[in-house]
């Protein structure tokens, strides 16, 4: 099963807060992760669920015909996982691949490349960009070893995955590479070529954030993220 752990969208990418704010930074987040939800729909070869309290996220799973796994506690990644890696064992699913919503550019054929490289038993782990982060981790079976994500998380999970004797895939893959948390993150998306709705208000973003007058940025009424 494919996881997307999204925590509260109102408070969505805090790192950007000198330069965006809230209500566009919940704006950003919330295409971001129709990207992503997206290229998960487009792969169609595994089902797909939402670990979430937020509302818009929920909307969403309902939208693409994913499953939702109630995040009630809201306190981070890692434990959203958690309680979805739970979820999956007592439903006998055998694999899962966890997914953040922040990584605009992915597409199906990215997921390909992952179910395609995993071992029958082991894993698969995508590094972020500055090969600290894990952006991207495949577990066979779904509970193989405990995630721990942050900003240096790549190499613990490496080390975890180790330490199972399991076979362990380092999968870099450009796309699933980047992910957006930092003014300089917008400004790299804004910059790839491509049409996806994440990188068309980026490039908006990035072209009033070079304005003398706008720090913060101000949300504009929009429907990039909306239905």
Same mark, same amino acid.
């Given at each position: 099963?494919?996881?997307?752990?999204?925590?509260?969208?109102?408070?969505?990418?805090?790192?950007?807060?000198?330069?965006?704010?809230?209500?566009?930074?919940?704006?950003?987040?919330?295409?971001?992760?129709?990207? &992503?939800?997206?290229?998960?729909?487009?792969?169609?070869?595994?089902?797909?669920?939402?670990?979430?309290?937020?509302?818009?996220?929920?909307?969403?799973?309902?939208?693409?015909?994913?499953? &939702?796994?109630?995040?009630?506690?809201?306190?981070?990644?890692?434990?959203?996982?958690?309680?979805?890696?739970?979820?999956?064992?007592?439903?006998?699913?055998?694999?899962?691949?966890?997914?953040?919503?922040?990584? !605009?550019?992915?597409?199906?054929?990215?997921?390909?490349?992952?179910?395609?490289?995993?071992?029958?038993?082991?894993?698969?782990?995508?590094?972020?960009?500055?090969?600290?982060?894990?952006?991207? &981790?495949?577990?066979?079976?779904?509970?193989?070893?405990?995630?721990?994500?942050?900003?240096?998380?790549?190499?613990?999970?490496?080390?975890?995955?180790?330490?199972?004797?399991?076979?362990?895939?380092?999968? !870099?893959?450009?796309?699933?590479?980047?992910?957006?948390?930092?003014?300089?993150?917008?400004?790299?998306?804004?910059?790839?070529?491509?049409?996806?709705?994440?990188?068309?208000?980026?490039?908006?973003?990035?072209?009033?954030?070079?304005?003398?007058?706008?720090?913060?940025?101000?949300?504009?009424?929009?429907?990039?993220?909306?239905?």
């Amino acid at each position: 099963m494919i996881l997307v752990p999204v925590k509260n969208l109102g408070r969505a990418k805090q790192r950007m807060a000198s330069v965006l704010d809230q209500p566009t930074r919940t704006e950003l987040a919330k295409t971001m992760l129709l990207d &992503v939800l997206q290229a998960i729909a487009a792969y169609k070869r595994e089902k797909a669920a939402i670990v979430t309290s937020d509302i818009f996220a929920m909307e969403q799973a309902e939208y693409f015909g994913f499953d &939702v796994i109630a995040d009630q506690s809201n306190l981070s990644e890692t434990d959203a996982i958690e309680v979805a890696t739970e979820v999956c064992k007592s439903r006998g699913v055998e694999s899962t691949l966890v997914i953040p919503g922040d990584i !605009p550019l992915i597409e199906a054929e990215d997921l390909a490349a992952i179910y395609e490289h995993a071992p029958e038993l082991g894993c698969v782990v995508v590094p972020s960009a500055d090969n600290r982060g894990t952006n991207a &981790v495949l577990r066979t079976p779904a509970a193989l070893f405990p995630l721990r994500f942050g900003n240096d998380s790549f190499w613990p999970h490496l080390s975890a995955a180790i330490a199972t004797g399991k076979p362990c895939v380092v999968l !870099p893959l450009s796309r699933i590479a980047l992910d957006i948390d930092t003014p300089e993150d917008l400004r790299e998306l804004a910059n790839v070529p491509g049409e996806k709705p994440a990188q068309q208000l980026a490039r908006k973003l990035v072209e009033k954030m070079k304005s003398p007058d706008a720090n913060p940025v101000l949300s504009e009424t929009s429907t990039a993220a909306e239905r």
